[in-house]
Each structure stands twice: as structure tokens, then as C-alpha cells.
């Protein structure tokens, strides 16, 4: 197996309009050794959706159609809230078990907002 070019530690979900979830993945490439190949973005679903689960699906098949390799940095790729569910981004009360349920759907590590 060739390794990807490019890597992710997962998705970002943002809540906006009080509505509607939306779902980031920023990337990198693999080469820290050679500053002149060093290259990163983002994606991102153009629409938001009334549930979690759909953006981030969205962001995941097209980083993976695109040759983006999840890898995490605990037990595998995560579900990121936007500012941890603090500051000035407002977020619903449950975004701990949001988090942990769209990363359980995807396959994704589901322990980074267990409460400890």
C-alpha cells in the first residue's frame, strides 16, 4: 500500500444560523522534510444541513476521493466542534454526544469530548 500524499486529522463541525450544521477538513502533505513541496487547504461543504452527520460525510468522501488520508492524532481521525464548543461561535448544549455520534458513524475516534 503507497502512502497518501496528503493527511487529515479529521472534520471540523460548525453550527451557524441556529440551524444548520456545516463541516471543514483542512490537510496537508506528507513531506516535513522538503519545505518546497509543503502544501495545505481546506474543504468544505458548500451548504450547511440540519443534521451533523450529512456535511461531514460529504467532506469525508471527497478528502478520500481526493487522496486525503485520515489519521488522528489520539486513537485515529476525530470529530472537531468549532472552538471546542466555547467563545464566540455558539453551538447546542449536546455538542459533546453531536460529536461523538457523527464520529461513531464515520468510523472516527468518538473519545475527544468524553467527559472525564
Known sequence: MTQSK???????????YGDRWYA???YQTFDFDNMDNDVMGTLSAKYGFPDPYTPAKLVVDAAKELGIEFK?????PAIYIENDG????????????IAQEVARKLGFDDSLYQKR
Not at 496528503?6 to 451557524?16: E, F, M
Not at 488522528?72 to 485515529?76: A, L, Q
Not at 466555547?86 to 454526544?97: I, K, L, T, Y
Open 6 to 16: 496528503y493527511w487529515s486529522t479529521g472534520i471540523q463541525l460548525k453550527w451557524r
Open 24 to 26: 471543514t477538513c483542512d
Open 72 to 76: 488522528g492524532p489520539y486513537k485515529g
Open 86 to 97: 466555547e467563545g464566540p461561535a455558539e453551538v447546542p448544549d449536546n455538542w459533546r454526544e
